[in-house]
């Protein structure tokens, strides 16, 4: 199977450091696109960003940015400033283009505290 | 609108019996998916449907079924309940391939 692998199972950090989740990806395909979704407390999946294979472009909305970069398959997504509010489980996902499902391939993803 | 609705939002079933997770959208998108999520690990697939009539096995697709007669349902049937069903259950839905998945609340099932 083609992973996802967020490599960070937990990081603490204190109100206002920055912070950097990392996820890479394997793929065979050219075609495909990839997914940030943030899983707080409350169990709910809200979705963030969705990028697709051939858009290399830097993403930054509001305290969020996403860096993509195909040569090393890397999907990274950092929080500047963070607040209490970011504590939750991040995921990143694929989107699995072996037909035409469409459906998700997740990371197990990284558990984020941010503490006052 | 109410996007994707999930019921019941918890279950405890005993070992052997059987239940049905209810899920519509009112988003009219054609793709819909069912995904358990276990403690500290993603989420796997389950099954999945392309349309109104279509369905397909995901990763994990043994001890369930689905339907999807219509397109705004698609319920998911667990036949005979085993200890290793208890998950939490998401459904979603997308308006194609590639676009972003809208997920339901969850329900959380307990399989004792």
């Known amino acids: 199977a083609q992973k996802v692998t967020q490599a960070q199972t937990e990081i603490s950090v204190v109100e206002k450091e920055d912070v950097t989740l990392d996820c890479v990806y394997e793929?065979?395909?050219?075609?495909?696109?990839l997914f940030w979704y943030k899983q707080p407390p409350s169990g709910e999946l809200v979705f963030l960003i969705r990028?697709?294979?051939?858009?290399?472009q830097n993403e930054i909305s509001g305290r969020y940015s996403w860096n993509f970069q195909k040569s090393t398959s890397s999907f990274n997504f950092t929080i500047t400033a963070s607040q209490v509010v970011d504590s939750a489980v991040y995921f990143c996902?694929?989107?699995?283009?072996?037909?035409?499902?469409?459906?998700?391939?997740f990371g197990k993803g990284t558990k984020l505290s941010v503490k006052p | 609108n109410a996007g994707v609705t999930q019921t019941p939002k918890f279950r405890i079933l005993k070992i052997g019996q059987s239940m049905t997770l209810q899920c519509t959208q009112d988003?009219?998108?054609?793709?819909m998916y069912w995904y358990r999520q276990d403690p500290g690990m993603g989420l796997k697939l389950i099954y999945y449907?392309?349309?109104?009539?279509?369905?397909d096995k995901g990763e994990v697709p043994n001890g369930y079924n689905v339907s999807r007669s219509t397109t705004e349902d698609f319920p998911l049937r667990l036949e005979l309940a085993a200890p290793s069903q208890t998950s939490v259950y998401f459904c979603?839905?997308?308006?194609?391939?590639?676009?972003?998945?809208?997920f339901g609340p969850g329900t959380r099932l307990t399989v004792l």
């Open positions: 996902a694929r989107s699995y283009y072996g037909g035409s499902q469409g459906n998700l391939i």
């Open positions: 979603a839905s997308a308006q194609g391939v590639g676009n972003e998945q809208f």
């Open positions: 449907s392309v349309g109104a009539g279509i369905t």
């Open positions: 990028r697709n294979s051939f858009d290399e």
């Open positions: 793929t065979r395909d050219t075609t495909y696109y």
């Open positions: 988003m009219n998108h054609n793709y």
